[in-house]
């Protein structure tokens, strides 16, 4: 039976930390299945359609499919044929989160299991909000991200 994972996530953008739990959840899973959700209650900084084909062409040759979304992270992991989600853990706060969502996508999909991964700990202090501030204000942000942005 193939084993799929679900790597969901507003990816805005998706960092070195984020590569780094797909190539390790890959040693787990026959197949992550990257969902990059739509919030309706918040206007993303890169371009969803542009930050899929950057995603896509990370992965490029392995065995991960990359899909947006606008629904319950649950139903869309049975809908992809996931079994587990997998997240990634840079620390206690990110657990706490993480495990309370854990806990609800668990009560409505019962066959759900969710998977922590803990961050590598030189790509802990990488997150998506304090790159998107440093894009914002000019910094560059290459060192950050495994592919190389272009027009954004």
């Known amino acids: 039976m193939k084993r799929t ?10 960092t070195k930390g984020h590569e780094d ?7 787990l899973f026959d197949e992550i299945v990257i969902g990059i ?12 359609e542009k ?15 990359v899909v947006t979304y606008q629904n319950l992270t649950a139903n869309v992991a049975k809908e992809v044929g996931a079994k587990f989600i997998i997240r ?19 009560h409505i999909n019962e066959e759900l299991e969710t998977v922590f991964l803990i961050t590598s700990p030189h790509l802990a202090p990488i997150s998506s909000t304090i790159i ?3 894009h914002r204000y000019g910094s560059k942000i290459d060192q950050y991200l495994p592919y190389t942005l272009d027009g954004i």
Request: glycine fraction near 8%.
């Open 5 to 14: 994972a679900f790597f969901p996530g507003s990816f805005d953008p998706f």
């Open 21 to 27: 739990i797909v190539l390790r959840a890959l040693t």
């Open 37 to 48: 959700g739509q919030n309706s209650n918040k206007n993303r900084y890169f371009n969803l």
């Open 51 to 65: 930050m899929k084909g950057y995603i896509e062409q990370t992965f490029q040759g392995k065995p991960v499919r």
């Open 88 to 106: 990634g853990l840079r620390n206690t706060t990110d657990f706490e989160y993480e495990n309370s969502i854990s806990q609800v996508n668990r």
């Open 132 to 134: 998107r501030d440093l």
